[in-house]
């Protein structure tokens, strides 16, 4: 009777221990490689994320609370928001031209500080259930090359760097608790904010890291080692 309650329990643990390590690894999608290696400097709309990265995820940019183009600027920058193309970058969107050549009209509107920044932004839709662990942002385009004092609004939320940036990628933020599970549907907006306006100041998205959400089997894995120590708990009692 004890050995076969040991080893129910050992099974029971194995499940559970099991359950807890199925997990997906971590997905990163590193814009600032998309945009000075793998697709060139492009406008995109929408920037879908799934072919290449396997997470079902759309990305759209807004001026304004009108539709803009999501915009991968070589030079270390990554993802921003572009309003208007050139003739050149009209016949390439949603392209990976691999071209280098800035497609924005004029050159320097890759954030939209040509027309004040009101209200630039980065819209993902996601089209399934994900979690975003981390995302990182840079200022590599402005003036001052630095987001200390910075505040962007991350889902609404106002979140304001401080300090140096940490590695090529610049500064992080890192959710935490459930703030970064999305399901199928949801949006989660990026815009660059400062005191009570929105501004000018570029800012870029340098890379995203997502995760899976535990999918249904690895929850009954959970159930089965629970069951199993059920059991274990009445076999015990005979």
Known sequence: MKTFTFNTLLLSTG???????VQAVPTLVNFQTMADVTYGESAWKPLSLNADFGVDVEIKGEYNNKDAYAYLDKGKAGLGVCRNLNNA??????????SGNNLCNPSSDDN????????????????ED????????????DPDYGMDGDTVVIGGLNYTFSGSAVGSLGWSYEFTGTDGIFSAGDILNIAYYVGT???????YISAIEFESVPEPATL???GLGLVGIGVSRRKNRC
């Open 220 to 222: 009954a894995l959970i």
């Open 15 to 21: 499940l559970l221990a099991f359950a807890g390590s």
């Open 130 to 141: 994900l979690a975003v662990t981390k995302i990182w942002l840079n200022n590599n385009h």
């Open 89 to 98: 970058g009209k016949a390439k969107v949603n392209t990976k031209t691999g």
């Open 197 to 203: 306006e929105f501004t000018g100041e570029e800012f």
């Open 112 to 127: 939209v500080n040509e027309y004040g920044g009101i209200g630039e932004s980065l819209n993902f839709l996601f089209n």
